[in-house]
């Protein structure tokens, strides 16, 4: 279990998370909602480790991590996309998985699933942008991530490949992995049957709910 | 094959070692101005190695990589929280500080062959090791050679390894690096660490072949020959200081004419060839091109 405890953070005197109390169990999905500006970015960078609170604790399985760095998170199940898809330009895409030949073959359902099979030897900038991101997650998976957060996976996508995104991420994210997605748009949340939780004044709504 | 060619192709031998150990720090994507020191401990320690040790030039050039890379290592490891400019200018004030620090050493022998030993400001002179060894310019020419290619084909090899790819992504993107459970400390120190180590080496060889050294010889503007090689040549591949060191010493070489006005040509070319190669002539992207094709080639 990933347990967030009274998170508290300040950006230049700002408070942007009050007290973010949530403790999530493994194979549960979850849609963080809220206006812009709310810290849902920032509580998932805390929760992934790119960023320290300045209170409250983050714990794992009992363990305190909230000093650990962003790297180590990764290697301890906790895995991210990000909300402007990061590739190399230079790279092919096969490449920017960074996995073996042998993990490729591996997933190759995955991978065909997400249309990257025609795609895996172009350049980022030769791919459409839901593809970049099934990419994205699919890095992320390739490692069986215990616990993945998606920043707002839905920017730039049309409605129909918002759907399709979706079945990606029914099919492919494990029962036993916990999922949050941080999202504006609903209709992915309701396609992945996540329960909605919005972060409302630097607090999570109805007090703090326990996922 | 005459003198000068023997002793040009050795002096881009030798530099080549300085370029390479730039590329390896670019690769993850910091920019030292600080290598020459590390080529200059080298130079200091295998002079050391052979003439007052007596020691056998592998076991010296041995000592010249593990010393210049202990020294890599101590500034990686200080220089941990810098990055980018501030990481330039630390490398550069680190390499000052052993620079200098060579002028206050002195401990010198006297022999039959001369005064041995570094000496301060007066540099370490005497260092006879070809001479003692009888080896031709032509013979240290195939020892600084194959040296290279030993160290280009290591590197070529280690390229494709997951090592090298998750080097290139620390220097590329820290962020997505760590997103997929990379540590970048443990390659920017590596590669640094190597980096001082494969300057050594070339000091090491540099000092044999110079026969006499001093700390002026090891300044910023070597260093920054080296890095220039790197760039010009591009960071897709280990042949790409090469090519930077044989455009710019080839050139250099056959517009000797020009005196005094080659260090401008030498400021125009680079400029030159980055605005018409951004990232170098063998860049990354090029490299995964070339890939391309070839994957295509076996698929068709």
């Known amino acids: ?211 | 094959m005459s003198l000068y060619f023997v002793t040009i192709l050795t002096n881009m031998t030798l530099i080549s070692f300085i370029a390479i150990s730039a590329y390896l720090i670019l690769i993850v994507g910091e920019v030292s101005f600080g290598q020459q020191a590390f080529f200059g401990i080298g130079a200091y320690i295998t002079a050391t190695s052979t003439t007052l040790l007596g020691l056998d030039i592998v076991i010296a050039l041995f000592f010249s990589f593990m010393v210049s890379a202990s020294f890599a290592l101590v500034l990686s490891v200080l220089t941990v929280r810098l990055s980018g400019l501030y990481f330039a200018v630390a490398s550069l004030s680190f390499a000052e500080l052993l620079r200098l620090s060579l002028y206050k050493i002195e401990y010198t022998v006297e022999t039959s062959s001369g005064t041995i030993g570094p000496n301060g400001p007066e540099g370490f002179q005497n260092i006879r090791w070809i001479f003692e060894n009888n080896i031709s310019p032509e013979n240290f020419l195939v020892i600084a050679l194959s040296s290279l290619l030993a160290f280009i084909i290591f590197l070529i090899f280690m390229e494709s390894s997951k090592l090298f790819k998750n080097a290139r992504l620390v220097g590329k993107d820290q962020i997505v690096a760590q997103s997929i459970g990379i540590r970048p400390f443990f390659y920017r120190v590596g590669f640094i660490t190597l980096a001082g180590g494969v300057a050594g080496f070339g000091g090491g060889l540099f000092a044999l072949f110079n026969t006499y050294i001093e700390p002026s010889m090891f300044g910023i503007m070597l260093g920054v020959h080296g890095l220039a090689y790197s760039i010009i040549g591009g960071l897709g591949y280990p042949l790409g200081p090469l090519i930077g060191v044989f455009i710019d010493i080839g050139l250099l070489e056959s517009v000797r004419f020009l005196s005094e006005y080659r260090m401008i040509l030498f400021g125009g070319l680079v400029a030159a060839i980055l605005i018409i190669f951004p990232e170098g002539i063998i860049s990354p992207r090029l490299v995964s091109r070339i890939k391309r094709k070839l994957v295509k080639k076996t698929n068709a």
């Open chain 1, 1 to 211: 279990m990933l347990e967030l405890k009274g998170l508290k953070k300040l950006f230049k005197g700002i408070t942007v998370l009050n007290g973010v109390d949530i403790s999530i169990k493994q194979g549960t999905k979850i849609g963080l909602s809220g206006g812009n500006g709310t810290g849902k970015s920032t509580l998932l960078n805390i929760a992934t480790g790119f960023l320290t609170p300045e209170e409250g604790a983050i714990i794992l399985n009992g363990d305190n991590i909230t000093h650990f760095e962003a790297w180590k998170f990764a290697r301890l199940g906790i895995k991210r996309t990000f909300q402007k898809v990061r590739f190399n330009e230079a790279l092919i895409l096969k490449e920017q998985l960074y996995t073996s030949d042998e993990m490729i073959k591996r997933n190759l359902d995955m991978l065909k699933d997400a249309g990257l099979i025609d795609y895996l030897y172009a350049f980022p900038n030769e791919v459409p942008l839901p593809i970049l991101r099934k990419v994205e997650v699919i890095r992320a998976l390739l490692e069986c991530p215990r616990y993945l957060f998606l920043d707002e996976p839905s920017a730039g996508m049309a409605a129909t490949d918002l759907h399709e995104f979706g079945e990606f991420l029914k099919e492919h994210i494990d029962a036993d992995t916990c999922l949050v997605v941080v999202e504006h748009r609903m209709e992915l949340m309701k396609k992945i049957d996540a329960n909605i939780i919005e972060l409302r004044d630097g607090k999570l709504d109805n007090g703090n709910i326990i996922a």
